[in-house]
């Protein structure tokens, strides 16, 4: 909690680095999809770009993984974008949950639609609104290009498969909503959806320029290019602030409190508000299935760059 | 979601007020504590007050209301500042629950600890961790007083009584929880305190003066003194952020966009970030508890003077 | 509660259609499997077979029906017998659940395995056990038929077919079971053999054969074989007891007791104890899904006829 | 689940204690209430009163001991005949829950009333039907001494004084059905009265005593006398079955098949009907709060001399 006096950028990411690589020990690799369990636990990456085009980066930040979770906030700017605020607010609401992410007791208890977009049910929900298009996969790849800046992205096949092969449980809320009727398309078509989005590869530096875009009410700061509605994304970020850690979400936004969403590939996304996009990258996860040494190397970013939202003006 | 041209802060309050009003007869008076049930639903009054000290007010402004859950905020602040941080977080956590403000269930199903110091099971708990203070309601009446910047602060003793006397689900939290040896005193003991804090008189010039000072840092831009330390205001402005309107604070959070605090007594309280502390009053409330007249108000300011912490610079 | 004198079985019958037949307005015919709400509400049978063989009937005892989840208790004895106590019991539990037939919510916050076989999920998990088998569905019809002593019983092909592409939410139990490593093959395996056993078609006839077999301590009292061994049959009519009516066991077992089936096409079976079978039809079901007139049928039998558990000597 | 030949209840009994006491050091005597920590986890002790009036006993069968939720099954009788079925049934339900017997969950998601009266919500709202009288717990004691067979049955004050002291979750349980306006008095009130009633202080003679009653109808066996209406013991037997030994009442039917009911003081008490009662007692208890070593004596005892009441009679 003590404000350290001024720090270059690099010097705070080079000793992020130092103090995040100490906490990975306590993480593991996902394992419930077998081909994420390939990952390497020591691995740790970040890359950081400011709004005025300034890239920094350290370790991994080149590695692949699959974007798993980050995608539903492309999800959602797509099925928005797609679909509409009415529609896509129809199926999934906004509210934080308490629970872990595969959770499916609410649609029972609480509410028969899934309380928010951040959570498998509700990017599920999500992907099923945009299911008029001719080819949605193919639209969501080429948002997902223009996000990131990179003309090459490219589904991870294998992860694909292996997760379609064994997504049980998504398999199951996916039927339960169906049943509910909260679906637009058959079930085994938004999973497909689903599954394709969750396993897109990606490096630190194709997040935080999708991050940088955020940060910048969604203009491309380097070509001054609208890429995504400014009601849109403030939508996006205010999700991220309060549901974008899974149930860790309260703790992050009190101990980091940037805007964020993070993977069990490993990556977690970070838009600063007017300044920068952050990216890290960390195959170990914690229970809450949030990166470890992404998380960390966050954390320290922010303490020492200041960059909570509430992090106020004095030292 | 257009974008007006600007305008000046009493023009955005008139219509405020005037655009809110159309809302009222959707709200009921709350009727569960028997006392608030004599509210006057058509009332609605809101104060503003800048950084630099300018006051702006309309409509019913100067009554009296009951603090309600909004007391939540400053009992954090309390028992961050008599108890510290190990201590509160041991006994409540950070995260947003989806449940109702009065909800039981997840004490059973998902933790012992309540899951936020927002909702009336984790302010009993945060209440608990003052009681080594030789008189924990008067040294709290002293830190509400200095935060508002009114001596004359009182607590409705009719209020307290019938909250006391008619409040048997909390009661029904507060032995839970000293059943599984989360309270740091006995259940009677911790109510008493809560039932005091809820029952504290203000006017929304009160609350505008507390928000304004959480706006800046918890320095009161007044005198330049510092009422509360930086690293509380984050906490509880995230909290606010996260948790602040019930299982409302998603949707708050998405519309509005100002770290907010609402009760049942029909006051909301809200800080923007560097600039403003607002607070809005109106007894109708909806069915999670919020005022209607009050939640309108902040909804037609955030979105003329830009108040959304994702506001965006662009018009 | 009071007791009428003696009373001979056919008025008893008589007496209980005239007395069940004014409840039918109550029910609704089951909606959610399109082909079941081709059922006529007004329809309501009996037949009831003593241990020395003689057939009582009434109404529309002839009316073949789909047996629903009647099925449960022959899916049990075809568990047990093919695949043993342990490893039925290994998949599912013995408890009753105190929660509708359909319900997810204990999967996933009290134990992964069902509460029972007498619920949905239960009995899928348990008709999972039965995959080593050859040709697993006609061996459970020749059970089936054994046990009904009619070799013409049939699958109804069309609300197979029905059942297999609406039953979404049974569907969801199945995956979810999956990916807790609970089922014994694939989830859609499980379910075609789920589907299958359930649109069976049989009449009152049948099943209160079946009944009497049971009440007879699992041998045909016609021929003096044993179809069921002993211990399978105490098990079954013990689960009756506790879990045979879905969330409305209790009320049945205080009001009628008698160890029952019931399933939502309409028909309910009972063994009265060394007495007799008796088995009722009814397409308009209650809330809970039990057959309105087939309930007050068995409700008004056990009074008159004194074939409460619990029904004492004296009059 | 082999069939001995004929065994005298002597021998049987001899057998059961033996094989019973192997288990005793899988138990745990009870420590939530800090009076029953004194319990000796070695003692095992039972008595059983055939209808004739022979008496058999073995072991610790003079122990006194606290009743503890057995009278649970008195406090229903009492209740009915003191408020009446209508007034009983509208506090409390007849559905077994599945969840354990402190839950709390299900009066906040199933419904507002408990599910029965065997779990402790259930009970404290069946006592609260009872306050009309002018002496509660005097009448309460009359008709236990009465049932038991022993003028001189007390109250343990210091086990009453010690629930009284600790009971916070029971405490929890009262106010939230206080609030829902499903007691008949203040909270504290049937608190009380519930304390009371699970401190009184039997030994096995007693229970068997009761337990023969039960098992003849609610006639004296001994004199003839009606001590319980025809139709109250119809009702306790059908919830001693479905919920009598908490969440493991499934099990104990299945495996033993006797009305039965068991407290956390180390007794259970079982109705054979129109045969026998049969009280045991053991104070280390399993992870549901059933005694071990009863539990097995009960088990032993139900194989031997076929007690089940679906044993069937064949060998």
């Keep these: 909690r003590k404000c350290p006096s001024v720090i270059s950028i690099e010097q705070a990411i080079d000793e992020a680095m130092r103090y995040a690589r100490t906490f990975l020990p306590e993480g593991k690799v996902a394992t419930y999809i077998p081909e994420l369990a390939h ?29 798993q979770s980050i995608s539903k906030t492309i999800c959602l700017i797509f099925a928005l974008q797609t679909a509409g605020y009415e529609k896509v607010f129809s199926k999934v609401g906004v ?49 997902t290009r223009r996000l990131c800046g990179r003309e090459s992205i490219q589904l991870n096949e294998s992860v694909y498969l292996s997760e379609k092969k064994s997504g049980m449980r998504n398999r199951s809320m996916a039927y339960l909503m169906q049943s509910d009727n909260i679906l637009e398309c058959d079930a085994e078509l938004a999973l497909d959806l689903y599954f394709r989005m969750c396993s897109v590869s990606v490096t630190t530096e194709d997040l935080a320029r999708y991050a940088v875009v955020l940060a910048n009410d969604g203009v491309d700061p380097a070509t001054g290019e609208r ?83 509430f992090a106020g003006k004095d030292l």
Tied chains: 1, 2, 3, 4.
Excluded at 43 to 57: A, E, F, S
Excluded at 237 to 266: H, N, Q, R, W
Excluded at 277 to 301: C, Q, T, W
């Design 95 to 143: 509210e934080p949950t308490g629970d872990a992410f595969n959770s499916i007791v609410k649609l029972e208890t609480k509410t028969l639609h899934p309380l928010n977009p951040m959570i498998n049910a509700g990017a599920i929900a999500t992907a099923s609104c945009c299911m008029e298009l001719e080819d949605p996969f193919g639209s969501f790849m080429d948002l």
């Design 39 to 67: 990952g390497d636990p020591d691995q740790l990456g970040v890359c950081l770009i400011t709004k005025d085009g300034t890239v920094y980066h350290d370790g991994d930040w080149r590695q692949e993984f699959t974007i």
């Design 227 to 309: 890429l995504v509605e400014n009601w849109i994304v403030r939508i996006v970020k205010t999700l991220m602030v309060t549901c974008g850690m899974y149930d860790g979400s309260g703790e992050f936004a009190m101990k980091v409190g940037i805007p964020a969403k993070s993977g069990v590939g490993g990556g977690i996304m970070a838009s600063v508000e007017d300044r920068m996009g952050i990216a890290a990258f960390g195959p170990a996860l914690d229970a809450k299935g949030n990166s470890v040494g992404a998380y960390r190397v966050l954390e320290y970013l922010s303490q020492t760059l200041r960059l909570h939202y």
